[in-house]
């Protein structure tokens, strides 16, 4: 059920020196604008704002070390415009353990940020991102955050005809997703690995970190049915340091050498997870990724200080949109390379970090693939899947939406 605010007001003008609604710009002028100028530039006024619950049924259990989740429990924004009526969508995706929201305090905060939203007066979409960091804070809120932002910044690109893929830089049209084996049995594992080998996918994200011995046998069933994949392991911070170290030496003993291990250790133990990184380089040539101990830009600039990891995980449900930039700048600056991925998401949410990641066009491991794991797609247009291969088109924003 949505909850709406709606703005007494019933126009405004949208145009200023670099946008006009009633004579949109042409698209190579938009592409050269870009995301900054947009959010310096261009005006804004929202009409109508409203969540509603976003629940969808999984295929199956989606097991990691930390937590379990049976269905999506997410919060889905729309944000109408006035004037030309243009309609963004955004998402604050749920997942137990990992943001710090459930989805009862989601809802409460994504109304409180629409009915705000509707009172603001007419200004830049700039200085309307930062209000809305402003009734949603740091970590506590940072995926209703992430939602809101995704929501005005479609509503805006809609309005002006750009794609966000280009928005983001136009890097390019399309990008390839690995998929995530969750914590499974080796049976059920292997059968998976040979569905997803049949779809065409050839890198598999396998969630390990309960149970070393069990891990290492369901690593063994997946490379009987699919002996060419290349490997990601996510421990989720399920491992000690010696029991990372640990699953890189019997990997090495089977001749398997992943080419990420994704959060081997508990976010704050940062001396393990230095010491993994060091051992997974010079020992077996892994690159390590920092996740959960990379939420913030606070934490990215530990890990640089600290030489902590080789890799760190982009998810704009941790820290929002405008500050994932902000890490993606610094990361790419002091050397670190870049991975995407997201929480259990629809196609809202994960549409969003697709474009982003297209547009980017920098990161070396893209993990976007929840939804595909969800039992239904709730999501009209949007981007368009093909095996693991995403396609996105020149319609503005992100494309997708939800039905009334």
Same mark, same amino acid.
């Given at each position: 059920m949505f909850c709406m605010? $709606?703005?007494s007001s019933?126009?405004?003008s949208l145009i200023n020196s670099n946008f006009n609604s009633q004579n949109p710009p042409k698209p190579l002028l938009a592409i050269a604008i870009g995301f900054k100028t947009l959010t310096e530039n261009f005006t804004v006024k929202v009409h109508k704002a409203e969540n509603r619950e976003l629940n969808v049924p999984l295929l199956s259990p989606f097991t990691i070390a930390s937590s379990r989740l049976d269905s999506v429990g997410n919060v889905a924004i729309r944000i109408e415009l006035n004037n #030309? #009526?243009?309609v963004g969508w955004g998402e604050a995706p749920i997942l137990p353990s990992v943001t710090a929201e459930d989805q009862? $305090?989601?809802?409460?905060?994504?109304r409180e940020a629409c009915e705000l939203l509707i009172e603001l007066p007419e200004m830049k979409l700039g200085h309307v991102l930062d209000e809305i960091g402003g009734i949603l804070p740091g970590h506590r809120f940072s995926s209703v955050r992430a939602g809101v932002e995704m929501a005005m910044i479609d509503a805006a690109a809609k309005s002006v005809g750009v794609p966000l893929w280009k928005l983001f830089g136009g890097a390019s049209t399309t990008i390839t997703t690995d998929i995530t084996i969750p914590i499974v049995s080796p049976a059920e594992a292997s059968k998976l690995a040979a569905k997803y080998r049949g779809e065409g996918f050839k890198t598999l994200k396998l969630k390990v970190g309960?149970?070393?011995?069990?891990? !290492?046998e369901v690593l063994?069933? !997946?490379?009987?049915?699919h002996p060419t994949c290349s490997f990601i392991l996510d421990a989720n911070e399920g491992y000690k340091t010696e029991e990372a170290v640990e699953v890189l030496e019997k990997l090495h003993e089977m001749e398997v050498t992943p080419v990420l291990f994704e959060q081997p250790v508990h976010r704050d133990n940062w001396e393990g997870l230095r010491h993994v990184t060091r051992v997974a380089k010079e020992r077996f040539g892994v690159s390590v990724a920092a996740d959960e101990s990379c939420r913030d830009l606070a934490d990215l600039k530990r890990i640089i200080k600290d030489d902590v990891v080789d890799v760190v995980n982009i998810k704009l449900a941790k820290s929002g949109i405008l500050e994932a930039l902000e890490v993606i700048e610094l990361a790419r600056s002091s050397g670190i390379e870049l991975m995407i991925g997201g929480m259990v998401e629809t196609r809202l949410a994960m549409g969003f970090s697709g474009h982003l990641a297209a547009g980017i066009g920098c990161f070396r491991f893209i993990d976007l693939d929840t939804p595909l794991l969800l039992a239904g797609d709730p999501v009209q247009g949007g981007y368009k899947a093909s095996g693991a291969v995403y396609e996105f088109t020149d319609e503005g924003g992100h494309g997708g939406y939800l039905t009334e």
């Amino acid at each position: 059920m949505f909850c709406m605010a $709606t703005s007494s007001s019933s126009s405004s003008s949208l145009i200023n020196s670099n946008f006009n609604s009633q004579n949109p710009p042409k698209p190579l002028l938009a592409i050269a604008i870009g995301f900054k100028t947009l959010t310096e530039n261009f005006t804004v006024k929202v009409h109508k704002a409203e969540n509603r619950e976003l629940n969808v049924p999984l295929l199956s259990p989606f097991t990691i070390a930390s937590s379990r989740l049976d269905s999506v429990g997410n919060v889905a924004i729309r944000i109408e415009l006035n004037n #030309g #009526g243009c309609v963004g969508w955004g998402e604050a995706p749920i997942l137990p353990s990992v943001t710090a929201e459930d989805q009862p $305090t989601a809802m409460l905060k994504a109304r409180e940020a629409c009915e705000l939203l509707i009172e603001l007066p007419e200004m830049k979409l700039g200085h309307v991102l930062d209000e809305i960091g402003g009734i949603l804070p740091g970590h506590r809120f940072s995926s209703v955050r992430a939602g809101v932002e995704m929501a005005m910044i479609d509503a805006a690109a809609k309005s002006v005809g750009v794609p966000l893929w280009k928005l983001f830089g136009g890097a390019s049209t399309t990008i390839t997703t690995d998929i995530t084996i969750p914590i499974v049995s080796p049976a059920e594992a292997s059968k998976l690995a040979a569905k997803y080998r049949g779809e065409g996918f050839k890198t598999l994200k396998l969630k390990v970190g309960k149970n070393l011995k069990a891990d !290492i046998e369901v690593l063994q069933a !997946i490379r009987e049915v699919h002996p060419t994949c290349s490997f990601i392991l996510d421990a989720n911070e399920g491992y000690k340091t010696e029991e990372a170290v640990e699953v890189l030496e019997k990997l090495h003993e089977m001749e398997v050498t992943p080419v990420l291990f994704e959060q081997p250790v508990h976010r704050d133990n940062w001396e393990g997870l230095r010491h993994v990184t060091r051992v997974a380089k010079e020992r077996f040539g892994v690159s390590v990724a920092a996740d959960e101990s990379c939420r913030d830009l606070a934490d990215l600039k530990r890990i640089i200080k600290d030489d902590v990891v080789d890799v760190v995980n982009i998810k704009l449900a941790k820290s929002g949109i405008l500050e994932a930039l902000e890490v993606i700048e610094l990361a790419r600056s002091s050397g670190i390379e870049l991975m995407i991925g997201g929480m259990v998401e629809t196609r809202l949410a994960m549409g969003f970090s697709g474009h982003l990641a297209a547009g980017i066009g920098c990161f070396r491991f893209i993990d976007l693939d929840t939804p595909l794991l969800l039992a239904g797609d709730p999501v009209q247009g949007g981007y368009k899947a093909s095996g693991a291969v995403y396609e996105f088109t020149d319609e503005g924003g992100h494309g997708g939406y939800l039905t009334e």
